[in-house]
């Protein structure tokens, strides 16, 4: 039987130092000098010399639990701070040191090295999630060295490896079944062909669904009707074919292309439910949502080459596209007489002054009077997008001064657009079902919104990795220039005669983004870290919008010995501007998709991670690995905020903290294994926090709450193991947001058992 690694046995993070025996890299087996540069964190030795907060894990450590949600994932992070929506992190709200959670807009979101974004510039909002189901590895770094990865600086940037081709054939098969319905399919196979295996190929699928835990009022109800569906469907598939050059060759070189497609259906809504509805049954969904979906479909292509002319010279050049399309049909307003609309947000917001509306929602509106004309709008939010780029990255070994350098430099032009042409749908509500009113008045595409905005970015960046002794210093340096253009038509046509001439408009971005950070070893055991750099992400098209900057710092420790690791970094992020998106989610503005900034708000914290090998410093005969994480996050704004800020931001007074990030949060994991079977237990906390900064919504908070996931295995053969887990195994209730609109649950308890097949 194959022995459990008992550091690996964590299915997510523990620390940065704790990688470099916890959890590893890419094994001997499958790494390739190209993969090395696909990588944010390098090898395990590499992290440790990194001036700042810089995690992995591999997949060994990813399968201990077998999460697909990516909130599960990252909530372990230290510095990391996750928000639900939907329950299985289809649109992941992530943050990092406080940074804005909406849909992960203010992080460099990666796959293999690429910006996953649609439109990561022009829409930077993550309504496409690549599956963290399939991925190989996931790294987050933060604190200076991590200016390397933009545009998105303040926080950190967040990398996915995907499958990497493997040496010799082989392959894998997931096959599991859960609760409501869930299955989870995830395979690959590939290997090395030709002379030298100059060749490689790899073929992966992964498939998930479920028909979701929430309950639909009356929806498609009768024996003739099927099941409601509040869950997902999706479908993702991912090739690639490499060849490489005799490894003994003068001039080695490496070509990869990779190309993969992805199609999902998710039947979530925006509605929420009101604070007595949440109390009476929180799994409930309205009538107004039944058809509620979201459509999306991403490719990607990418074609990827790495030559090294010498023994000390690198270089690295990728050509991306991304195509995506999605559409989320989703109810939007609601009027009592046909003419007069209120959004759905503000009508979750104060159900008794809109109790009409509210009755439509719920699908009650018999006692309403007979001269009402009562109609719900379902807006088509149809967008498409694209995304590409040429990016070359350059590495240079070199000794001068007494010191050994590591130069990295690299340049990418990008282009990226998003595309609207966006209507709505006028539907009334009979004995709870939905029917489409003949002759709906805005049903045309584009008749609600026909808007285009493209971005082109052109970024540099400069970062030398210097070593003497015990020493490592890190200095480097940034250059984003974004230019973002806007144009709105009125009506469907896109004619010069229809364009808008009040909001054609264009803003052009140039920073320059420096930053240091320093390791010093003390001894084998002991090191400290300090770092300072520029934070930065671009604005919107508005030309009197601002870039979002601050100045970033963090000083920490670290411990190592035979059986204990651990970390303790503190950071300080003092923003001279904040932005906030002013989308529907966040809470509309004057001017729906605008960039607001807000200005000065302070985020400072503590990052703390410790790991201990307790079966071995104890001297048993059964592993037990333990750790613990621990992330404190304080923030302030420096100045009032006036009602044009989002909503969730909007009447903040000074000295207020960021809503919906919480203070406290502790992930803690203890592990139990022998030859032939392993248990993992995790536990996470979090603390409550106000959901919006308006004192007159201080009932709105999300929950503090105790999660607890068990998973476990048997090996049956060497290469064939059983596979059961419990996520929320006590089945805490609790408010995982307030938005886009009213209360909305986390995820009840749910049970997976499979079985797991390499070959």
């Known amino acids: 039987m194959k022995q459990p690694n008992p550091y690996r046995m964590f299915g997510t993070l523990a620390s940065t130092t704790i990688l470099a025996c916890a959890y590893g890299t890419a094994s001997a087996e499958t790494s390739t000098k190209l993969l090395d540069r696909v990588m944010i964190t390098g090898d395990p030795d590499r992290i440790e010399e990194i001036p700042g907060s810089a995690q992995a894990l591999d997949r060994e450590a990813l399968d201990r639990h077998s999460h697909t949600d990516p909130h599960r994932i990252l909530r372990d992070i230290p510095g990391v701070t996750v928000l639900e929506e939907e329950g299985y992190g289809q649109f992941p709200h992530i943050s990092m040191r406080g940074t804005p959670p909406e849909r992960g807009e203010r992080v460099t979101i990666m796959e293999d090295g690429v910006l996953v974004a649609p439109a990561p510039y022009a829409a930077p909002a993550g309504y496409y999630f ?18 390397k990865y933009g545009p998105y600086t303040v926080g950190g940037a967040l990398n996915m490896v995907s499958t990497p081709i493997p040496r010799e054939h082989s392959g894998k098969a997931d096959i599991l079944f859960g609760s409501h319905n869930g299955r989870r399919m995830h395979a690959h196979i590939g290997g090395q062909e030709g002379e030298n295996d100059q060749w490689g190929w790899l073929v992966e699928g992964y498939t998930e669904q479920s028909d979701g835990f929430k309950d639909l009022d009356n929806a498609l109800s009768g024996p003739n009707q099927p099941e409601p ?24 070189q490496e070509v990869e292309f990779k190309f993969a497609t992805d199609e999902r259906t998710v039947y979530d809504t925006y509605l929420g439910l009101t604070e007595q509805d949440y109390a009476d049954d929180p799994y409930r969904r309205y009538a107004g949502s039944q058809i509620d979906e979201i459509n999306t479909e991403n490719d990607k292509f990418m074609l990827r080459h790495y030559i ?6 690198d270089i690295t050049t990728t050509i991306y596209r991304t195509e995506t399309v999605r559409n989320w049909y989703k109810l939007h307003e609601v009027s009592d007489d046909g003419d007069n609309f209120t959004g759905i947000g503000d009508i979750l917001d104060d159900p008794e002054e809109h109790s009409d509306e509210m009755d439509w929602i719920r699908g009650d509106i018999a006692s309403w009077d007979e001269d009402d004309d009562p109609v719900g709008d379902v807006r088509a939010n149809n967008r498409e997008y694209f995304a590409h780029g040429l990016d070359v990255q350059m590495g240079y070994l070199f000794d001068a001064f007494g010191w050994e350098h590591e130069l990295e430099s690299g340049l990418r032009y990008h282009q990226d657009e998003e595309d609207r042409l966006q209507w709505h749908d006028s539907f009334a509500m009979e004995d709870g079902m939905m029917y489409k009113v003949d002759g709906s008045k805005r049903d045309t595409p584009g008749d609600v919104t026909n808007r285009l905005t493209e971005a082109e970015a052109i970024a540099g960046f400069v970062q030398n990795t210097m070593r003497q002794g015990s020493w490592t210093v890190t200095p480097g340096v940034r250059y984003e220039y974004v230019d973002v253009e806007r144009r709105d038509w009125e009506g469907p046509n896109r004619s010069s005669a229809n364009l808008d001439d009040n909001r054609p408009r264009s803003n052009t971005y140039r920073e320059w983004i420096p930053g240091i950070g320093a390791v010093y070893d003390i001894d084998r055991r002991w090191s400290v870290l300090a770092g300072v750099h520029r934070g930065f992400a671009p604005g919107g098209s508005d030309p009197d919008g601002e870039a979002e900057e601050s100045n970033n710092y963090e000083l920490g420790a670290r411990f190592r010995d035979a059986y204990t690791q651990a970390e303790l970094i503190g950071f300080f992020n003092d923003y001279s501007n904040i932005n906030a998106q002013c989308t529907q989610v966040g809470g509309g503005c004057e001017d729906e998709d605008d960039v ?35 992330t404190l996050t304080r923030s302030e704004f420096r100045e009032n905020i006036g009602e044009d800020a989002p909503n969730n931001w909007a009447y903040a007074r000074k000295g207020d903290s960021l809503p919906e990030i919480p203070e406290h949060e502790i992930n803690a994991r203890i592990g139990l ?17 106000k959901a919006k900064a308006d004192p007159d919504y201080s009932h709105q908070e999300i929950d503090s709450r105790v999660l607890i996931d068990l998973s476990g295995e048997y090996y049956i053969t060497e290469d064939a193991r059983l596979f059961a887990a419990a996520e929320n195994l006590t089945d805490e209730e609790y408010v995982a947001h307030w938005r886009p609109a009213g209360a909305r649950p986390g995820k009840p308890r749910e049970f997976w058992a499979g079985v797991k097949v390499d070959f």
């Open 229 to 252: 569906n509040t869950g997902f469907d999706r479908r993702n598939l991912m090739t690639k074919l490499r060849w490489n050059s005799d490894p003994m060759a003068e001039l080695y």
């Open 673 to 689: 294994a022998q030859e032939d079977w392993r248990i993992n237990l995790a536990a996470n906390w979090t603390d409550s926090v």
């Open 308 to 313: 090294q002319p010498t023994a000390n010279v």
């Open 596 to 630: 607001a900034p807000i200005g000065e708000v302070e985020v400072y914290g503590l990052e703390a991670t410790w790991l201990h090998d307790l079966g071995a410093s104890q001297g048993w005969g059964v592993q037990v690995p333990v750790s613990l994480t621990y």
């Open 130 to 147: 690549p599956p963290i189901g399939r991925m190989d590895r996931v790294e987050t770094r933060k604190g200076s060295s991590s200016i």
